[in-house]
């Protein structure tokens, strides 16, 4: 017998937006991978983070939150990220927020987890609730719901059983030769590391006027001696957008360009010289072409 065999598998986050998937993913690895906002529909790609341990390999995708009710060509796109991260899954992790149950939890439970007997239910932002008790009946309320693997209450912003959650998610794996070489802890790109860096910081400075009109682009990215220089484009979609993004004096667009280099140094362990640069580009959330051609793409 090969007492060496290891498990490794495909697990995937799905959930409504805002309910704390992304959190998850970067608690899980230990590294942040994936941005996180107070405001919903922040992340729009397909993120993967890897984790692995004592013989095992999770590779776990986070998704954006599936939405309804907008119908903004964007809108569309996220949707079809989040649903295409169903398929060859050996894992899935439904998020839910602690006795928030809302439409679209249904909607995914019934039209999409339907059948699927490989869901771990997570319950997330425990930390919130004033009144513990009433946790219990909530998990016996979801229980009837479905037949989940697993049921976990966590919270990922306090690591609350987060360790559980990795327990059952490792053992759970199939008998598999591991995916990715055991150091890697995600498949993305600098450039895709530094531009959705800088949108976080967009989002956490200008997100409460234009959180969802906003998109980077990464013009220069070069390393001269121990410095590395970037220039960004940020695209809005208005003028009014522009005003708002760049500020009085320059004032927001100053402090996105200073936290975004101060997390891409610590990143990156380097000098930074960071350019950005504001553009409107006129209804781009609602034209694919125009959306392709700033990196949004299904493989
Ligand atoms: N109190 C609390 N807030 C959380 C928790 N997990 C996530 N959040 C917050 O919920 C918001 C949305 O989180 P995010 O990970 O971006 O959600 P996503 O849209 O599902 O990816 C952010 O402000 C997080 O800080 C948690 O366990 N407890
Ligand atoms: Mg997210």
């Known amino acids: 017998m090969n007492e060496d065999k290891t498990k490794s598998g495909l697990v995937s986050i799905i959930g409504r937006t805002n309910v704390g998937k992304s959190t998850l ?11 996180t906002s107070r ?3 922040t992340t729009r790609f397909r993120v993967l983070g890897i984790k692995t341990k004592g013989l095992c390999q999770a590779v776990i995708i986070d998704t954006p939150g599936y939405h309804r009710g907008h119908k903004r060509a964007l809108n569309k796109y996220m949707n079809k990220v989040a649903l295409s991260a169903m398929t060859g899954i050996d894992i899935l992790l439904f998020v839910v927020e602690a006795l928030k ?13 339907k059948g699927l007997n490989k869901v771990i239910l997570v319950i997330n932002k425990i ?8 946790l219990l009946p909530y998990i016996d309320q979801l229980t009837d719901k ?3 693997m697993d049921i976990i209450p966590i919270s990922a912003l306090k690591g609350n059983n987060i360790k559980r959650l990795e327990k059952s998610i490792l053992t759970n794996l199939p008998t598999a030769e591991y995916l990715y070489p055991e150091e890697q802890t995600t498949d993305m790109t600098e450039k895709f590391l530094i ?7 967009c989002i956490a400075r200008v997100g409460q006027e234009i ?15 121990l410095i590395l220089f970037i220039s960004a484009t940020l695209y809005v979609e208005k003028k009014s957008q522009k005003g708002i993004l760049i500020g009085l004096g320059g004032k927001n667009l100053k402090s996105i360009g200073t936290s975004s280099r101060k997390e891409l140094e610590r990143i990156f362990q380097k000098k930074v010289m960071l350019k950005l640069w504001v553009k409107v580009k006129k209804n781009w959330t609602d034209n694919e072409t125009i959306m392709q051609s700033m990196g949004y793409r299904i493989e």
């Not at 993913?25 to 941005?35: C, D, F, G």
């Not at 149950?101 to 987890?113: G, V």
């Not at 959180?211 to 001696?225: A, L, M, N, S, W």
């Open 25 to 35: 993913l970067n608690h899980l690895i230990e590294q942040k991978v994936s941005i």
């Open 39 to 41: 405001k919903p529909q």
């Open 101 to 113: 149950w809302k439409e679209e939890d249904q909607f995914l439970l019934q039209k999409i987890l």
């Open 127 to 134: 930390d919130k609730l004033k009144q513990k008790e009433r």
């Open 146 to 148: 479905h037949d989940f």
């Open 195 to 201: 531009s959705e860096t800088i949108r976080e910081k």
């Open 211 to 225: 959180p969802y009109r906003i998109t980077v682009t990464i013009d220069q990215f070069e390393e001269k001696g």
